[in-house]
């Protein structure tokens, strides 16, 4: 199993020792070379950061303390508070996106 590993070039490497040899085997093949970009996860951060302002809000918090908390302007958290939530992110994927 390592002489695989170690056959595996590039990013396929940094997948396999991420995802698992399958994962990156798999992504290989689904994308056989072509140059595969992967964005930052700003926006799925964001999602997650405005699910726990509208929760705590929620739970009686002021709009003074969530901005001090989550560094954003009042009018900003407001702003987030007026808006319906873009979508639900799965509690999975909530623990990976924190850390």
Do not use: W
């Amino acid at each position: 199993m390592d002489t695989i590993f170690q056959e595996l070039p590039g990013d396929l490497k940094k997948i396999a020792e991420v995802a698992g040899i399958e994962a990156a085997v798999k992504i290989a093949v689904a994308f056989r070379g072509t140059y595969l970009y992967i964005h930052a996860l700003d926006s799925l951060k964001r999602i997650l950061r405005d699910e726990e302002i509208r929760r705590e809000y929620g739970q009686g918090s002021k709009v003074r303390d969530l901005s001090l908390r989550f560094g954003l302007t009042e009018r900003q958290i407001k702003r987030i508070l007026g808006e319906p939530p873009l979508c639900v992110v799965p509690e999975v994927l909530s623990d990976l996106l924190r850390n």
